[in-house]
């Protein structure tokens, strides 16, 4: 099976990790947009649709190729949604997990048990130009709540605090096959895989 390339509107090499690992099965290289010199661009949207098209057409503009972008975040109830599209910059300049995840905890320090709710959210938009009329937009979820502390060592962003009760872990500590397969992410692109099948007869 030939190589199609695939560029991927982020930095993020966490993300880019996953990507592949999800997407090498269908032929497809992902590469981050910074082998096509693509920067980031100003995400002035006010929903996670609004910026991953914004990123998506930044990168295929610029690169000549399909795009895929997400934006993704973690929606916390007990503060009315936050941190949101703001996911990634929650503790300032520059974007740091530590800050990140030390600014959740302070926001929520008067929250028990019971009441840290929370969800991952993952928006895909997939291009196949930058005009592209019709571009396939998919969106899931992942349910959890929000620990006191950090557990784990794996993943990234606020993994060591999104705990699942489902599987008695945080994500931090799942393994990365399983996190890809229970995943926003993963299921999101699950559902995107099989409607580009489709699309593509």
């Known amino acids: 099976m030939s190589k199609q390339f695939l560029i991927l509107a982020s930095g993020n090499a966490g993300k880019l990790k996953e990507f592949n690992q999800l997407l090498a099965p269908l032929g497809l290289d992902v590469r981050p947009q910074a082998d096509f010199g693509v920067g980031d661009v100003p995400e002035t949207g006010l929903t996670f649709v609004e910026n991953a098209l914004i990123k998506a ?3 295929s503009q610029a690169s000549g190729l399909p795009a895929l972008a997400d934006d993704s975040g973690l929606e916390v109830d007990a503060l009315d949604g936050a941190p949101g599209i703001y996911s990634a910059r929650y503790g300032g300049e520059p974007k740091s997990d530590e800050r990140n995840n030390a600014k959740l905890l302070e926001a929520l320090s008067h929250y ?3 009441q840290r709710s929370g969800r991952y959210w993952c928006v895909l938009v997939y ?3 930058p005009e592209d009329p019709v571009p396939i ?18 993943g990234f962003g ?12 945080t994500v931090a500590e799942l393994p990365a096959e399983r ?3 229970l995943s926003h992410r993963g299921r999101a692109l699950q559902a ?3 409607t580009l099948q489709v699309a593509h007869g």
């Open 112 to 114: 028990a048990e019971g």
């Open 192 to 194: 995107l895989v099989e």
């Open 179 to 181: 996190k890809n397969r």
């Open 137 to 154: 937009i998919v969106q899931r979820s992942w349910e959890g709540e929000i620990l006191t502390g950090p557990r784990g060592e794996g």
């Open 57 to 59: 057409r930044a990168a």
């Open 127 to 129: 291009l196949r130009h």
């Open 158 to 169: 606020y993994d060591p605090l999104f705990w699942l009760p489902d599987q008695g872990t």
